[in-house]
């Protein structure tokens, strides 16, 4: 069974950077090209698509509220996946997802949360002065 711990939420002021951390842990040798994502969901509010990457080819996908201030990057060693988020803004603040997928998915298919098996507990994220 595929488990995701995220780390690294907290409180930042408007304008700040922050890096969140997800370790993942039972992956199977055999999957292939699987995904892992992240989802952020604030108080009243969809779940909403931030950012995901292909675990063995790297590719990279983003949401547009986030495009170019956040970036996805992974550890394969470590079977760490990070989210480096820049310039953060009030309207960022939500708790924010780790989510896997069970193996390889289309390339359109990465935005859609239904599209992950796996979850972590979340960690909230909070930007405000």
């Known amino acids: 069974q595929v488990q995701l711990v995220e780390s690294g939420g907290g409180l930042v002021q408007p304008g700040d950077p922050l890096k969140v951390s997800c370790t993942a842990s039972g992956r199977s040798s055999g999957d292939w090209d699987y995904a892992m994502g992240w989802f952020r969901q604030a108080p009243g509010k969809e779940r909403e698509f931030v950012a995901a990457i292909r675990w063995n080819s790297g590719s990279t996908y983003y949401g547009d509220s986030v495009q170019s201030r956040f970036t996805i990057a992974r550890d394969k060693a470590k079977n760490i996946v990070f989210l480096q988020m820049n310039s953060l803004k009030p309207e960022d603040t939500a708790v924010y997802y780790c989510?896997?997928?069970?193996?390889?998915?289309?390339?359109?298919?990465?935005?859609?949360?239904?599209?992950?098996?796996?979850w972590g507990q979340g960690t909230l994220v909070t930007v405000s002065s």
């Open positions: 989510a896997a997928t069970a193996g390889q998915v289309a390339n359109s298919a990465h935005y859609n949360a239904n599209m992950y098996s796996y």
